[in-house]
């Protein structure tokens, strides 16, 4: 099967930053599209962010400028570069991927264990 592991979370200071990393791995023979999601104390999960086969991206209004969705193809790999955090973006954030496995070649969404993102103020 196809498993997705993140990385990166962690504890920062408003205006600061950090890199989430999720990694694809298993029976894998494309990954379609890829998706941070977040989900904070009492709110709903929402969409931050997307990139898919041609590189084109998407972003929440409220992360736009701040955030960048990268992908290394090579490497299975999805970053979240963030930039100027604010206490808002506080949340567990979530990787999931459309993928096509190579066992079934239907498309199948995956998704990461989440990672919490702490900004103090």
């Known amino acids: 099967q196809v498993q997705l592991v993140e990385s990166g979370g962690g504890l920062v200071q408003a205006g600061g930053s950090l890199r989430l990393s999720c990694a694809a791995s298993g029976s894998i023979f494309s990954v379609n599209v890829w998706n941070w999601h977040r989900q904070a104390p009492g709110k709903q999960r929402e969409e931050v962010a997307s990139i898919d086969n041609g590189d084109l991206t998407h972003y929440l209004s409220s992360v736009k400028g701040r955030f960048t969705i990268t992908r290394d193809y090579a490497k299975n790999t999805v970053y979240l570069q963030m930039t100027n955090l604010e206490p808002e973006d506080t949340a567990v954030y979530y990787c999931?991927?459309?993928?096509?496995?190579?066992?079934?070649?239907?498309?199948?969404?995956?998704w990461g264990q989440g990672t919490q993102v702490t900004v103090s103020s």
């Open positions: 999931s991927a459309g993928v096509i496995p190579s066992t079934t070649l239907t498309f199948q969404r995956f």
